[in-house]
Structures are given as C-alpha cells and as structure tokens.
C-alpha cells in the first residue's frame, strides 16, 4: 500500500499545486538520495536543495509555511505547508502506518521511507522503520491467530 497525495490533504490544509492521484514510492528527508515518485521532506539545512530532489525523484514536497518557494518550482508542483517539519514527518508516518492497519502482504508494494536524520528519528520513540513495523504486525497476527 502506498501513501497517496490525498492522503496528506487529511493532514495539511495549506498547498498548492496539482492535487491529482500521486502515490509515493519514496519519503525522504535528504535531497540526494533516490527518490524515485518522492516526498521531499527537508527537515532542516543539512536536507539539501528542492532542485537535486526533483532531479532524484521527488514528485511533491512538504515546505516550511513561512519559507519562500525556490523560484524555479512549477505552479503545479504539489507543496504542502507546515510549521514544523519534523513534526510533519512523524505525523506522516503516524498516518501511513494507520493506512496499513495491519496489512502484511508481503507481495505488496509500500512507500520506502529514507529518513537520516538522527535527530529526528531520536526525537520520537516510536520506531521508523516501516519494514520492522509490518513484521512485528505480522508477527502479532500470527501470534493471534495461534490463539
């Protein structure tokens, strides 16, 4: 299951851009990793550029609101806009991992979350790795099912 582009209009009310049918294959708070149909997350200096993350994939991104867009991103480019960056990160997976509400499928395609910031993966306690998420949820499933 992927993250969809209407599933962040649930969370952001201020954007701008096309609001069409996007999923997301990738979620990343480092402009230069592969990002291939990526959310750009920057989450602070050391995230790098909007430019190398649309070179490296990215499909739409999450801004600081009172941050100026660079001027070279299309009208159309999806940008949603938050006051808290790091918060808006957690707040996506928080809401992604409600979307796969126990789906453990191992065939299905899922959005590959890149996240290198220590910092804000230290912040929360909660874990951010999707991969160990669906295994302790499949885990649990068989554990249940058992008894």
């Not at 997976?93 to 899922?110: A, P, Q, S, W």
């Amino acid at each position: 299951m992927l993250l969809a582009l209407k599933d962040l209009g649930s969370l952001f009310n201020d954007k701008r851009g096309i609001q069409d049918e996007i999923l997301f294959s990738t979620v990343s708070d480092r402009a230069a990793m592969e990002q291939p149909k990526g959310l750009f997350v920057p989450v602070n200096k050391e995230s790098g550029e909007l430019l190398e993350a649309i070179s490296n994939g990215a499909v739409a991104a999450i801004w600081y609101k009172d941050e100026t867009l660079p001027h070279y991103i299309p009208t159309q480019f999806p940008v949603f806009f938050t006051n808290d960056l790091a918060e808006a990160m957690k707040d996506i997976i928080t809401l992604y991992i409600e979307k796969l509400d126990g789906e453990t499928n191992k065939h299905m395609e899922r959005t590959n979350f890149k996240i290198s910031n220590e910092t804000l993966l230290n912040k929360n306690k909660q874990s951010y790795d999707i991969a160990g998420l669906l295994a302790n949820l499949t885990s649990q499933n068989n554990h249940e099912r058992r008894g």
